[in-house]
């Protein structure tokens, strides 16, 4: 049986082991999110600093502005942010793959 689906290694501008936030304007805050959606994100990104040596225990963190590319969720393919809908996710047809649907016996 063929593999399908998600079989391209996706690619990763940034040290995606840190903390990944992003803003959405009409909750007024920041937000963590997985480094799949922060990479797909059109709109504000920040991304946590570490300065100082793990083992001195002297570690300073801070939020950094993140200006990197922006792709389509789950592919590599780099956008324009400004043709798609900002403060969200950019989705391959603008449709969410993510979507959760129940199954005919679970409704309630």
């Known amino acids: 049986m063929e593999k399908t689906g998600h079989t391209v290694k996706i690619k ?4 995606e082991h840190l903390c990944c936030e992003v803003y959405v304007p009409n909750l007024e805050d920041w937000f963590r999110v997985t480094p799949n959606e922060f990479r797909s994100w059109v709109g504000q ?3 946590l600093r570490l300065k100082g040596k793990v083992g001195d225990g002297k570690i300073d963190s801070y939020y950094e ?3 990197g590319p922006t792709y389509l969720f789950g592919t590599n ?3 324009s942010s400004n043709k798609y809908k900002l403060n969200s996710v950019a989705f ?10 129940r199954r ?5």
């Open 65 to 67: 502005p993140y200006e």
């Open 77 to 79: 393919k780099k956008i």
């Open 12 to 15: 990763y501008d940034f040290p």
């Open 45 to 47: 990104r920040r991304i």
């Open 104 to 108: 005919p016996y679970e409704q309630l």
């Open 92 to 101: 391959v047809n603008n449709k969410d793959p993510r979507i959760f649907q």
